[in-house]
């Protein structure tokens, strides 16, 4: 059974920096595009970013570029996101979701999430 | 990169049969074969019903069937039961940066 469970999340200040993490289970974590996703509460879902198997594929959405960076550690089945400069609008609900190895395939596992609260 | 458009909410019946749009553009669902559909109950994680427009999920009930027509792909469930009132979104595939494009999401109530 593909389980992902994510941790990192919390309260944290802007211009601050916080780093997630998705531990992957179930699954060969090197196989498959794997996603972040986030949510804000009540509202709707926004994709983040994603990596391919060997880490050397990266993308990210516009608004979150040159300030996230997403990267995996294989031998942990484990996916990141570290996340800087963080502003008030990324406050969501982060997934870790993993895709399939058909790249535009949209990601179909997700995780519970972890909330991110960015305030002063 | 605009947000795929669904209704708010939809309701039926025990029984009935019940449908939710989706509808893009022909930058999204109306070029590729890449739309799914989740179901989702509160404070849970977003669980796959449907892939690739009409392939359901591993596990996923016959009762749930995908379709797409040009820009609108819709969900089908037949035969509602209680345990399908949740939340439902699509997800497509699109040529813009974004790469992904959402639903906004219908709440499904059996009366």
């Known amino acids: 059974e593909v389980q992902l469970v994510e941790s990192g999340g919390g309260l944290v200040q802007p211009g601050g920096s916080l780093r997630l993490s998705c531990e992957g289970s179930?699954?060969?974590?090197?196989?498959?595009?794997m996603h972040w996703v986030r949510q804000v509460p009540g509202k709707g879902l926004m994709w983040v970013s994603r990596?391919?198997?060997?880490?050397?594929?990266?993308k990210y959405a516009d608004s979150v570029k040159g300030r996230f960076t997403i990267s995996s550690d294989n031998a942990k089945n484990t996916l990141y996101l570290q996340m800087n400069n963080l502003r008030a609008e990324d406050t969501a609900i982060y997934y870790c979701?993993?895709?399939?190895?058909?790249?535009?395939?949209?990601?179909?596992?997700w995780g519970q999430g972890t909330l991110v609260t960015v305030s002063s | 990169q605009s947000a795929l458009t669904q209704p708010a909410s939809v309701s039926g019946s025990p029984g009935q049969s019940i449908t939710i749009s989706c509808t893009g553009t022909?930058?999204?669902?109306?070029?590729?074969?890449?739309v799914s559909w989740f179901q989702q109950h509160p404070g849970k994680a977003p669980q796959l019903m449907i892939y690739?427009?009409?392939d359901r999920a591993s596990g996923v009930s016959n009762r749930f069937s995908g379709s797409k027509s040009g820009n609108t792909a819709s969900l089908t469930i037949s035969g509602l039961q209680a345990e399908d009132e949740a939340d439902y979104f699509c997800?497509?595939?699109?040529?813009?940066?974004?790469?992904?494009?959402f639903g906004t999401g219908t709440k499904v109530t059996v009366l």
């Open positions: 022909s930058s999204d669902i109306g070029a590729y074969n890449y």
């Open positions: 990596l391919n198997g060997d880490g050397s594929v990266t």
């Open positions: 690739d427009v009409s």
């Open positions: 997800t497509s595939y699109t040529s813009s940066s974004t790469l992904y494009v």
């Open positions: 979701a993993r895709g399939s190895i058909i790249a535009a395939r949209p990601p179909g596992h």
């Open positions: 179930g699954f060969t974590f090197n196989t498959y595009w």
